[in-house]
């Protein structure tokens, strides 16, 4: 069976974009992916996304998105997509077993956070270490935490969680920083934010006892170990787009996001892309809805100037 549009990715893009070719009578097919529900199945309380003024839960506006997909007829299939033809039509993808073909593809694949990569830091990953300020600053309030970063990202958060924590202790692996002036500045000048650098964290304490209790980190030049004791680890080094199955097939620039000409059309016609693995500026919940509809809109009329 030939499919009108396939959506890869089940976030806020790609369920926007379910909604939307499912209301155009489309009947398309989402692939869950990797996180299925993106990143806001890790966030607690949103509370800048339109329309709910007393903020909603992560998982629930997901969960509020996906119904409303399946209400208009979109179909979601578990697992994550391992290999796409773009080379034939109608496109190939495979999710595991399975093999699907779509005359339109929509990527809203995203993008994951970077992690330091420690055996410790998987353990306590929601024990105590995060990879998103704005979704778990709230549980330390009156707590020491650690930031761990040295660009724009971490600034804001390191900021951004002053409003919680006692001491916010910002480690970075250099002495210079990639953070704008601007941003440098602000968290120079807030009392709370102590940097120590260049250190690089070799540990996150305690896994024995199943909670954070500080991190054990290196003088990255003199070798000097040291403990910083903490009770919350926040990680902003960045975001990696989930684009590995489209190297060669889409046009990404260096770092791995894909390229979007005209709103949301790609080097391929017919492929059509949108939310956070195109989107490294705003990277907000209502940014990859907004782009969500546009990539629809596009792709329902590109099949019907296809004659589809």
Request: net charge neutral; charged share 20%.
């Amino acid at each position: 069976m030939v499919h009108n549009v396939l959506i890869i990715g089940s976030g806020c893009a790609g369920l926007t974009a379910a909604i939307y070719t499912a209301r155009a009578n489309l009947k398309p097919i989402v692939i869950d992916g990797f996180e299925p529900g993106g990143q806001l199945t890790l966030t607690t309380e949103v509370e800048n996304f339109p329309g709910f003024p007393e903020g909603i839960l992560g998982p629930e506006l997901i969960e509020n998105m996906r119904k409303q997909a399946q209400r208009f007829g979109a179909e979601f299939k578990a697992g994550a997509v391992t290999a796409v033809d773009l080379g034939r039509r109608p496109f190939v993808v495979t999710v595991g077993k399975d093999v699907y073909e779509s005359k339109a593809i929509i990527v809203a694949a995203g993008a994951s956070a970077r992690l330091l990569g420690l055996e410790s830091e998987r353990k306590l990953m929601g024990h105590g270490v995060s990879t998103c300020a704005t979704c778990d600053g709230y549980f330390f309030r009156g707590k020491e935490i650690v930031v761990v970063g040295g660009g724009d990202s971490a600034m804001e958060e390191a900021t951004f969680l002053t409003k919680f924590a006692s001491k916010v202790t910002l480690i970075h692996r250099r002495s210079e920083f990639r953070a704008s002036k601007i941003m440098l500045d602000r968290a120079h000048k807030n009392e709370k934010i102590h940097f120590l650098t260049p250190y690089i964290i070799e540990e996150v304490l305690d896994v024995g006892k199943g909670v954070v209790e500080g991190v054990r980190v290196r003088h990255a030049v003199n070798g000097e170990i040291k403990t910083v004791p903490a009770e919350g680890v926040f990680m902003a080094i960045g975001h990696t787009p989930n684009t590995n199955i489209f190297q060669g097939k889409l046009e990404m620039d260096a770092a791995g996001y894909l390229g979007a000409r005209n709103g949301t059309l790609t080097n391929v016609e017919g492929v059509f892309v949108c939310g956070d693995v195109q989107d490294h500026r705003y990277r907000q919940a209502v940014t990859a809805a907004g782009s969500g509809c546009m990539a629809a809109i596009d792709a329902e009329r590109w099949l019907e100037s296809q004659g589809h």
